[in-house]
């Protein structure tokens, strides 16, 4: 299916910054994605613009009332020239999923995964070639109705823009430094921590700096309740390598189900690697490592694809994963077979990449 999108022209295009200097979202391309909604019309306009500000009534209910749903995927540029999207339709329809829990309106999940694909095929000149490099695509929902009344709105933009980005925390494999947060929370059970809203973001900022103050790269979740169990790292998924089998937290309604951490559960069994989706505590955790038993641990997200972690600090107990540089770990071994078939260099045996043309 192939919608008619209105295409305006920009005047100029940008020049494209040097891979060197490229980040994680600084740079954007020359065109985004708007469509508008509103109760009479409801989803309209789809459109292909120049990347620019947007006009905003300062009574916008996103910006009092954080009614806003993201979504996070790459474009990446294989070998022999093709574009390449990893698994966009889970994206797409996750993006409903946290539509739903904000009372946002219902999108075609065709239309958005059409946008994307048209998108990126008018942009794929800004998609770098290097190692570790790709396009990030980001669609974003806000609500953009002038009131000051708590409801839905009944109007809302949704958005689609485009960065080029280098690798995210430089060179690949580099292991991550974990700090077992246990004085904040991130989300309760009934509330939104399953959905990628902004808000979510916002209430983890404070936990975040505290780690970095003290040296650490990210903060692992305990659940906001008996804070005890494990949830997730800041934005990545996280998994467990006990005395040879893989246990990941089970979704429960308060962590955000990863696309990534989906495809290394379902890469796991189709290898025959034990995986298992648990409910696991932090002293679990130490009692595996007391013993020896804790084997590996690693993050997993669609910006880092998959990230080692070297320590874990709880309290005053610091947790060394040594294992963490080690070439023949699991992770390394997950990281080379999800990033060959992103980039197209390997086999897709679960058929997860879909190429633009
Ligand atoms: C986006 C996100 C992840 C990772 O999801 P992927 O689909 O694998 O990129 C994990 N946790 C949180 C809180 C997130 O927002």
Redesign the pocket.
Known sequence: MNQVIELIKADVKKEKPAVESLGFGKHFTDYMFVMDYNDEDGWHHPRITPYAPLVLEPSAMVLHYGQAVF???KAYRAKDGRVLLFRPE??VA?LNMSCARLSIPQIDEDVVLDAIKQLVELEKDWIPNEEGTSLYIRPFIIATESSLGVHPAHEYKLMIILSPVGSYYGDQLKPVRIYVEDEYV?AVPGGV?FT?TAG??AA?LKAQEKAEQMGYDQVLWLDGVERKYIE??????IFFKINGEVVTPKLNGS?????????VIQLLQYWNVPVREVRISIDEIYEAYQKGQLEEVFG????AVISPVGELGWKDIIMELPNAEDPDTIAKRLYDALTGIQLGKTEDPLNWTLEIK
């Open positions: 979504e996070g995927l889970k994206n996750r991130r921590g990628k979510n973001y983890s997730e790292v800041g934005s990545m998924n962590i955000l189900g990863g696309v990534t951490r989906d495809s997993t997200g669609t910006a």
